[in-house]
T-cell receptor
Framework: KQEVTQIPAALSVPEGENLVLNCSFT??????LQWFRQDPGKGLTSLLL?????REQTSGRLNASLDKSSGRSTLYIAASQPGDSATYLC??????????????FGKGTHLIIQP | GAVVSQHPSRVICKSGTSVKIECRSL??????MFWYRQFPKKSLMLMAT?????????EQGVEKDKFLINHASLTLSTLTVTSAHPEDSSFYIC????????FGQGTRLTVV
């Protein structure tokens, strides 16, 4: 059974710092990996998706890497801003060959950016 | 990007009653939708996969008679929590997949 772990569980840093969030998964047979942002009491916003054949994806100040063989992904946030404060979730989609598979999520990293 | 709309965002109901939650894909057709549940400080857990025109597929440990799923059209799936109890209080969120997995805004259910 796939398990996804995110470290750290919580992180508080001053504004302007660069930071790295970590995600690991136990089964490397994944179709893709997706990073989400969740604001309190809200739904999920997709940030980046990395296909299993890719090594990284970038969007603005965000960069996500994937090392499928070692079961790891990182989300790099450059020049953090208070608006980045949220819970960041990592999720993997299994590579079962079918199209209808749910995602397995980590517990998330609760990020606070201090003004 | 694709939009998934979930309604209601919050609902409070009495123990023993049923509550229906709707999930709509607004600008794409979704033959498959997913229902997740999130407890405080826990991961989102997949409850079931909703398949248009056929029965839902439930994850192990999820009571299909308690959590009724109907996916009658390519843009609408509903989750009905039947005979709700306080332990059913949680955050329920749906997802539909286009290229990416898009999520609804979630529903905070409180059973009193």
């Amino acid at each position: 059974k796939q398990e996804v772990t995110q470290i750290p569980a919580a992180l508080s840093v001053p504004e302007g710092e660069n930071l790295v969030l970590n995600c690991s998964f136990t089964d490397s047979a994944i179709y893709n990996l997706q990073w989400f942002r969740q604001d309190p009491g809200k739904g999920l916003t997709s940030l980046l998706l990395i296909q299993s054949s890719q090594r990284e994806q970038t969007s603005g100040r965000l960069n996500a890497s994937l090392d499928k063989s070692s079961g790891r992904s990182t989300l790099y946030i450059a020049a953090s801003q208070p608006g980045d404060s949220a819970t960041y979730l990592c999720a993997v989609r299994p590579n079962s060959g079918g199209g209808a598979d749910g995602l397995t999520f980590g517990k998330g990293t609760h990020l606070i950016i201090q003004p | 990007g694709a939009v998934v709309s979930q309604h209601p965002s919050r609902v409070i109901c009495k123990s023993g009653t049923s509550v229906k939650i709707e999930c709509r894909s607004l600008d794409f057709q979704a033959t498959t939708m997913f229902w997740y549940r999130q407890f405080p400080k826990k991961s989102l857990m997949l409850m079931a996969t909703s398949n248009e025109g056929s029965k839902a597929t439930y994850e192990q440990g999820v009571e299909k008679d308690k959590f009724l799923i109907n996916h009658a059209s390519l843009t609408l799936s509903t989750l009905t929590v039947t005979s709700a109890h306080p332990e059913d209080s949680s955050f329920y969120i749906c997802s539909a997949r286009d290229y990416l997995a898009f999520f609804g805004q979630g529903t905070r259910l409180t059973v009193v």
